[in-house]
């Protein structure tokens, strides 16, 4: 409800009775109003007519008014104004003042109270009815307290033990049923975390909670969570800290700002999977401001494989070269075992580029585990480096990823190790065994599979057998080599792999 006495108290006397005069006598012309914007038209005393804007804040408050007329502020037609719809409010509530005679908001918030202190699902139902039917003789802020009351109970009867997900479709079916558009939503949330009417953050979250973990309205939440973050961020942040607010995960949609308020204000951090989806939606709505602050935690905190590569080259089309650079050093510099930050360097900045960066990142290189691989990828770029090359340093996965830069020359030395991997009886940690997996693949790609079979297949299998897709992999592998009869493989096997 907008709140047109609070404005009109700070007027002079004799400005509001010469206002209340235009109003009487038919003067005020009510253009627009809306939620949060007024436009109007006032007739003066000698028939010209003042244009009056009024803006409103989220709390109902009057922010700004203007008048075209030449007095400076507080004028009659703005009295005028303010008067009219306050008299327009007045008869307004007078149609809802029966129903809250009558106990129709104690009425509901007492069957809500009663179902959560029953554990009761069809009491939750009961209410739920009630809300919905009785939802016209509520004023709009009994039926937002309405609504937040019922959203909670919600909240804390589903996680003190949901039976088929009864609770979760009384929710959906309360709020579904009292028309809330995306953006009321978004509203909604907001003035109910932002007017806290003496709730505690722990029962904030509770209500935030259920819109949040709601596929339906987790967007809509978390909009309107930022529409708080935004205006009051105290508020926003003691309701992130509490106990309360849980991080969506799993399908729920994600408004990349949320993530970053969660990256900024909160003392985890959850699941980097989270940060990789928030990170490819700021990508989609194209939200530089997010992106950056996304790849900068993530690079922080975990690694770049949470990073999608279309993060990059969007950075680099967009102008950003200089960030995207940045980003990619930092990835090269902090990881000391990860050969993927190498070859995202080389492959998104350009070889000239590259060139100029090389005696930078030479001394570093020196201190990778990495250092043959680049070697064997790179090595003219960094000639002082290359007496140190060693190929039995070499793990599959790195020959692998380098397969299409090794000459001619160290193609039979590689082969030779790993084959030599591959018929190692040592080989029996997860680790080694998932190493082997790139040796096959190497093989293959290199069309020299001539091996004993009895050496390493049993080995091979035994390291993917949990992992349908490796195996699927190997399979098809030996089917190309011609190999599945002399591994005791049989076609039915094959076929009932998924691929």
Request: with cysteine; glycine share 4%; net charge neutral.
């Amino acid at each position: 409800m907008k709140l047109y006495s609070n404005k009109l108290t700070q007027f002079a006397p004799e400005i509001i009775a010469r206002g209340k005069d235009y109003f009487k006598n038919g003067k005020v012309r009510i253009i627009l109003n809306t939620q949060n914007h007024v436009h109007a038209s006032v007739e003066g005393s000698k028939g010209k007519a003042y244009k009056v804007h009024i803006v409103f804040g989220i709390d109902g408050n009057v922010e700004s008014m203007e008048c075209s007329c030449p007095y400076p502020h507080d004028c009659k037609h703005e009295a005028a104004v303010l008067l009219a719809l306050s008299d327009s409010e007045a008869k307004e509530l007078e149609k809802k003042v029966k129903g809250i005679e009558e106990g129709t908001y104690k009425r509901i918030v007492d069957s809500i109270e009663a179902a959560y202190q029953r554990k009761s699902l069809d009491g939750l139902r009961r209410a739920k009815e009630e809300l919905i039917a009785l939802r016209a003789k509520l004023t709009p802020q009994e039926l937002d307290k309405a609504t937040s009351l019922y959203a909670s109970t919600c909240y804390k009867s589903f996680y003190y033990g949901d039976v088929g997900g009864g609770v979760n479709r009384c929710f959906v079916e309360a709020i579904d049923n009292l028309r809330y558009s995306q953006e009321q939503l978004c509203d909604f949330i907001a003035n109910t975390l932002k007017t806290a009417d003496g709730l505690s953050a722990y029962s904030l979250g509770e209500v935030f909670n259920a819109f949040l973990m709601e596929e339906k309205y987790s967007y809509a939440a978390q909009v309107g969570f930022m529409k708080v973050y935004d205006t009051d961020k105290d508020i926003a942040v003691s309701l992130l800290n509490s106990s309360a607010v849980k991080t969506p995960g799993g399908d729920l949609p994600i408004f990349p700002p949320f993530a970053v308020a969660l990256v900024d204000n909160v003392p985890l951090s959850s699941n980097p999977l989270f940060y990789k989806k928030a990170l490819e939606a700021a990508l989609s709505l194209k939200d530089l401001g997010s992106i950056t602050r996304l790849v900068k935690f993530l690079n922080k905190n975990h690694n770049q494989k949470y990073i999608p590569e279309s993060t990059y080259e969007y950075l680099v089309k967009m102008g950003h070269e200089e960030e995207a650079e940045a980003f990619l050093l930092d990835a090269f510099y902090e990881f000391d075992s990860d050969f993927d930050s190498y070859l995202r360097l080389r492959k998104f900045l350009s070889d000239k580029r590259f060139k100029e960066l090389a005696p930078r990142i030479s001394p570093t290189l020196a201190n990778k585990s990495f250092l043959n691989a680049v070697l064997l990828r790179d090595g003219s770029l960094f000639p002082e480096h290359m007496r140190s090359l060693s190929i039995k340093k070499l793990s599959c996965k790195e020959v692998y990823l380098c397969r299409e830069d090794i000459d001619e020359e160290t193609k039979d030395k590689v082969i030779n190790l790993i084959k030599k991997k591959l018929s190692d009886p040592k080989a029996k940690n997860r680790e080694m065994m998932d190493d082997l997996f790139y040796g096959l693949l190497y093989l293959d790609y290199s069309h020299d599979f001539s091996l004993d079979t009895a050496m390493f297949e049993p080995l091979i299998l035994k390291s993917i057998s949990s992992n349908n897709e490796y195996r699927s992999i190997w399979l098809s592998i030996a089917g190309r080599n011609n190999m599945l009869s002399k591994a005791g493989i049989y076609p039915y096997e094959v076929t009932h792999v998924s691929h």
